[in-house]
């Protein structure tokens, strides 16, 4: 803005003149009219120019009127654009030690200029050095890099900051405080006092980390096989072994550290020897948990987990004060890669496995070793849970370099290959070895070794199995009852009279089976071929080999 002044003369005119500028006046704002007493010849006004006001002359006029008559005179108001300015302001002192950095922050006030503003600094002090820096047009301020070598003279010396954009330029000075360096920490370190407590500290955090790392792999475990989220004994062991575990890994971890340091020594081999110690104590923890998982390896991948859970914490920590954030991530790594490393060590080494299968999306695998994997309905005594199965219904092992199947309901063992399928309540399992694991074949059930026994001179009975009365050979003399002492051979004496009618009540039997067939066409999963159990010969029900009487309808043999 500016202001001008009128000057107005009189001549036969003794009254009040009033005096107002007119005009087309972009990006400018005029005064209101003002009026001149009778006593008075001049005025004042002041025109204002906007920031956005473009530059150049502007064409008005001043217009006097009073009560003879109206007068103009032509104006010209010209805009000019100021020239550009710029501030800056620092500290006024900034410490910075003999042979290293520090940074000033430097701040820039604009007028009449919206560009970057490049900032640097002199000092009279050959040993320091300041660094260019720009401080870019959308910000106001700027960290400048300096430097004190180490011949760098103590104490104050001045340091001069310029700063330049456009045509404008601004200065200003702060002081530096070039101070030694401090003593090496090996002097100090090592006569410091000796913590107990600080041991404990770690122990007991480690502890807790242990037992919180062991609780999600095993019950991550728990959920892959279908079996509840945890037992109570679980639960007590993980406490109590894991716990343990924790508390001596960090124990021993937080003791090298400390002698290390003492010793001058880097201290994070104490700290990295601590957690190899964990997670390998933790890996061979979680084997007991996982079935014929081979304790070396999974002690390896435990190692494994701990040394990519203390290289990110130590990484972490070197990134300033983040010991807390380093410790949780490195523990969320140390979990993660036990696990990974676990599972890899299960598959890569596997000889022989079983396929779980749910249903047609949902398959799970489980390894088999010498420990026998059992499969029921009892979440408590078995590996896997089978709802609706028997409280054990199969138990898989490894025997001699085969894989035996006991059928727990049945009371057989027997050698199986790989495809061999068998049922367990809702489940379906298979069979899977390292020579044919991509094969979907179903080997033929095996048959179970019957008892050995004398085999008689004839043979035709040597299982009393049904046959229709016109297949089955006559009878040396007729039975005379169901109890027949006499009769050398272990053959189901036929009835007394050739009609049904004629037979003594029987209690009531589930229906026969629509065909009668020899045990060895018996089939179904888990069954053997053979010799597994006889059906009596009146009521046609299946009891174990070797059975003499039959329960239902009494009948002898």
């Known amino acids: 803005k500016n202001q001008f002044r009128v000057n107005l003369a009189r001549q036969n005119h003794d009254g009040p003149v009033t005096l107002s500028l007119a005009g087309d006046a972009p990006g400018l704002t005029l005064p209101e009219p003002i009026t001149v007493p009778a006593d008075k010849s001049d005025a004042t006004f002041e025109v204002s120019a906007a920031r956005s006001a473009t530059a150049g002359a502007r064409a008005l006029k001043l217009v006097a009127k009073g009560k003879h008559g109206e007068l103009e005179e032509p104006c010209r108001v010209t805009v000019q654009i100021p020239p550009a300015a710029l501030q800056i302001a620092a500290a006024k002192s900034i410490p910075v030690q003999q042979g290293g950095e520090a940074t000033v922050t430097v701040l820039v006030a604009r007028d009449w200029y919206t560009g970057p503003v490049k900032v640097n600094g002199t000092s009279p002090n050959k040993g320091v050095a300041a660094w260019e820096a720009v401080v870019p047009a959308d910000r106001d301020s700027v960290e400048l890099k300096v430097t004190a ?42 006569r410091g006092p000796w913590s107990w407590l600080l041991v404990l500290v770690i122990g007991l955090w480690t502890a807790l980390l242990a037992v919180g790392l062991s609780l999600a792999l095993v019950v991550g475990q728990n959920r892959y096989l279908g079996r509840p989220w945890v037992s109570a004994r679980q639960l007590g062991v993980i406490l109590v072994c894991g716990g343990a575990a924790g508390l001596v890994a960090g124990a021993i971890g937080q003791t090298l550290f400390g002698l290390l340091a003492r010793g001058g020594v880097l201290p994070e081999i104490g700290f990295l020897a601590g957690w190899l110690l964990l997670g390998g ?73 079983l396929e779980v299968h749910y249903s047609a999306s949902e398959v799970i695998t489980v390894n088999l070793g010498p420990e026998p994997v059992k499969i029921g ?127 003594p009540a029987m209690p009531a039997v589930p229906p026969p089976t629509p065909a009668a067939k020899p045990p060895s066409a018996v089939s179904g999963p888990g069954l053997p071929t053979r010799a597994m159990n006889i059906p009596c010969p009146r009521c046609k029900t299946k009891l174990p080999l070797g059975s003499r009487k039959c329960p239902e309808c009494g009948a002898s043999w």
Request: proline share 12%.
């Open 377 to 503: 309905g009892d979440s408590r005594a078995c590996t896997v849970w089978a709802r609706g199965a028997a409280d054990v219904a199969l138990r898989f092992w490894i025997r001699e370099g085969k894989v035996v199947c006991e059928d727990a309901l049945n009371r057989t063992t027997s050698e199986v290959a790989n495809g061999d399928r068998r049922r367990a309540g809702a489940l379906e399992v298979v069979v899977r070895t390292g020579s044919g694991a991509a094969s979907e074949r179903t080997v033929p059930k095996p048959a179970a070794r019957p008892e050995p026994r004398k085999k008689p001179s004839d043979d035709d009975d040597l299982l009393p199995l049904p046959m229709p009365s016109a297949a089955r050979p006559a009878p040396a003399r007729p039975a005379t009852g169901p109890n027949d002492d006499h009769d050398p051979l272990p053959m189901p004496p036929p009835p007394a009279a050739p009609k049904p009618a004629s037979r």
């Open 281 to 353: 104590l933790l890996g061979r923890g979680i084997g007991f948990f996982i079935p014929n998982l081979h304790p070396l390896r999974s002690t390896l991948a435990g190692v494994a987990g701990g040394l990519f859970g203390a290289a990110a914490f130590i990484l972490i920590s070197k990134l300033g004060d983040a010991d807390a954030y380093g410790r949780f991530i490195g523990a969320a790594l140390l979990g993660g890669c036990i696990g990974l490393m676990v599972a890899l060590v299960e598959v890569a080494f596997r000889a022989a496995w």
């Open 149 to 190: 070598f180490a011949d760098a003279k103590e104490g104050t010396t001045p340091l001069a900051l310029t700063a330049i954009g456009g045509t404008a330029r601004a200065e200003t000075e702060t002081a530096l405080e070039i101070v030694p360096p401090p003593p090496p920490p090996t002097t100090t370190t090592s």
